[in-house]
């Protein structure tokens, strides 16, 4: 039997989400797990595949996963949970078609970038935005690959910015994406935002046949993987119990960090001015 998962993980100790040899990844870990539970006792037979790779630093809140298994029982998120490490987690499951392939049969792939507001022109970021919906060839948008040359054609069907108290969120939507590209596009919108390039240049770029410029990708640490959509949609089972427990789990770390995040700002300094210690 083929099953699906849905999990998520938050990147910041992971070397990405594809298996490495002597490094720390998402399927790694995930792998080991299967195998504990003897989900899986035979890797070559059991074909661990993903809807997508994500890099280091990366984070996923619905990475889709697809293996086989003689023990489909035991392919449940609250048991493989009680095993995986707390950056890593199984939310939902489903049994799917033994010809299903999470990264070929992906029509829609969602991501957001979030990064702090500071000064940037949202209304100028936005008007960016709009010239990269479409079919474009973004070549200057990744790493070329000399050895393996492939299509750099990619069709972004949405692209929106919205600004929500201290910082921006940056969603994007495509049929599939080359390496880099979405941490590209954001470095580029940031540029247009800060003013140091217009909008013009944004053309330019996309427009690789008669114009080639290397572009630095934005941090990994404020992209997430949101969502991957299928036609037909897998008949999900989500696990409540998995959806509570970890919800509850970042409730309590994201009060944490609001918390680390007011003190670490205390320790910026202000030389010029006398510092108020009341």
Known sequence: MKVALKIGYEGTHFSGSQIQP???????????????????????????SSSGRTDAGVHSISQVVTFFTDNPRMAIPRILNSKLPRDVWAWAYAEVPDDFDPRRHAIHRKYRYILSADEYDISKMRDAAKLFI??????????KDKKNPRSTVRQVEKLDIRSQGSVIKIDIVANAYLWNMIRKIVSALTLVGNGTRDIDWISKMLDPENYEEGIEP???????????????????????????????????????FRIISTILEQFVMQPEKEMDLD
Do not use: M
């Open 218 to 256: 934005a941090p990994a640490y404020g992209l997430i993987f949101l969502d991957v959509q299928y036609n037909p949609e897998p008949e999900w089972v989500v696990d409540c119990y998995a959806v509570k427990h970890t919800n509850d789990f970042f409730t309590r770390e994201a009060n944490r």
């Open 22 to 48: 002597d490094q720390r990844t998402v399927e790694g870990e995930l792998l080991k797990v299967l195998q504990e539970t003897e989900v899986i006792t035979d890797i070559d037979a059991a074909n661990l």
């Open 134 to 143: 479409g079919e474009h060839n973004f070549s200057n948008f990744t790493k």
